[in-house]
């Protein structure tokens, strides 16, 4: 199974600062990689898919790069209405598989 | 409107069953791979089970196969997960998820999830 990591697990930020994200797999996944905001007691929502493209109706705040094993999100200005936890998804091979979770608290 | 809405989440005693439902509207469903998801309390995403949009190509975690049993009823817009064998670490929320049109990969649409709690 291909294993993602994230770093850091929890991060605490500013309205207004930029943020970033990191997501490691444990081979490469080409730019097979979604992230996911899940907002306390809500089910995830999509952000970015294929690395890098933004889901229809996400704020443009949002940006994602990165190919092979390592990848970023970007938030590059923290909103209050962010407050979430962030999951990395590799969809290159099953089982798919999740990174454990980035908790961001807004300062 | 498109939505996905989980039903038949409950408490359970190990070694028991249920069969988890998803009710899709708002988009042509046979159109969409389909997926269900699930979250431990407190915990991270664990993907659990795929099947296509015809039905009849099915994908699942290590940890569920020969327990779980996805499946659909395109003419209903129903997507099904059957657990069985239960164990107290399959508690958790079950999402359903939808792919993209066309394609397995990851997942556009999320219902609210039903709890499943599995305890003497």
């Known amino acids: 199974d291909i294993q993602m990591t994230q770093s850091p697990s929890t991060l605490s930020a500013s309205v207004g600062d930029r943020v970033t994200i990191t997501c490691r797999a444990s081979q490469s996944i080409s730019s097979w990689l979604a992230w996911y905001q899940q907002k306390p007691g809500k089910a995830p929502k999509l952000l970015i898919y294929k690395a890098s493209a933004l889901e229809s109706g996400v704020p443009s705040r949002f940006s994602g790069s990165g190919s092979g094993t390592e990848f970023t999100l970007i938030i590059s200005s923290l909103q209050s209405d962010d407050l979430a936890t962030y999951y990395c998804q590799q969809y290159n091979s099953f089982p798919y598989t999740f990174g454990q979770g980035t908790k961001l608290a807004i300062k | 409107e498109v939505k996905l809405l989980e039903s038949g989440g409950g408490l359970v005693q190990p070694g028991g069953s249920l069969r988890l439902s998803c009710a899709a509207s708002?988009?042509?469903?046979?159109?969409?791979?389909m997926n269900w998801v699930r979250q431990a309390p407190g915990k991270g995403l664990e993907w659990v089970s795929l099947i296509s949009g015809s039905g009849s190509g099915t994908y699942c975690a290590d940890s569920v196969k020969d327990r779980f049993t996805i499946s659909r009823d395109n003419a209903k817009n129903m997507l099904y997960l059957q657990v069985s064998s239960l164990r107290v670490e399959d508690t958790a929320v079950y999402f359903c998820?939808?792919?993209?049109?066309?394609?397995?990969?990851?997942?556009?649409?999320w219902g609210r999830g039903t709890l499943v709690t599995v305890s003497s």
């Open positions: 708002g988009f042509t469903f046979s159109s969409h791979a």
């Open positions: 998820a939808r792919a993209p049109i066309g394609s397995y990969y990851y997942f556009d649409l």
